[in-house]
């Protein structure tokens, strides 16, 4: 079982930066990778980036490349999400989620994560 919560949200304008956490609990360390997603209104959720727990590898959304970092400290349990640069349409809810079965072929795949955290809303005003 593992139990995720997210922080780190708020409002900013654009251009700004925020930083959110994923701070995990629970045996996070069999999951092969933690993703972070996001939801706007009236939107499907869709994939932004995610890090395997043990190799660090990264993966992108096309959109957020270059803007967006996604880190881990594998002593916290805590996975970061830097966002930079930062667009009003960026706004939305994000989640934070981990993959329990290594699936890279399908890292950006919301039916092959397991657990999720709550959400964290980020806003963007232009």
């Known amino acids: 079982q593992v139990q995720l919560v997210e922080s780190g949200g708020g409002l900013v304008q654009a251009g700004g930066s925020l930083r959110l956490s994923c701070a995990a609990s629970?045996?996070?360390?069999?999951?092969?990778?933690v993703g972070w997603f996001r939801q706007a209104p009236g939107k499907e959720r869709e994939f932004v980036a995610a890090?395997?727990?043990?190799?660090?590898?990264?993966y992108y959304a096309d959109s957020v490349k270059g803007r967006f970092t996604i880190s881990r400290d594998n002593a916290k349990n805590t996975v970061y999400l830097q966002m930079n640069s930062l667009k009003p349409e960026d706004t939305a809810v994000y989640y934070c989620?981990?993959?329990?079965?290594?699936?890279?072929?399908?890292?950006?795949?919301?039916?092959?994560?397991?657990?999720w955290g709550q959400g964290t809303q980020v806003t963007v005003s232009s």
């Open positions: 629970g045996r996070i360390f069999n999951s092969y990778a």
């Open positions: 989620a981990a993959q329990v079965y290594a699936a890279p072929k399908q890292i950006d795949a919301n039916s092959r994560y397991n657990y």
């Open positions: 890090i395997t727990w043990s190799g660090g590898n990264t």
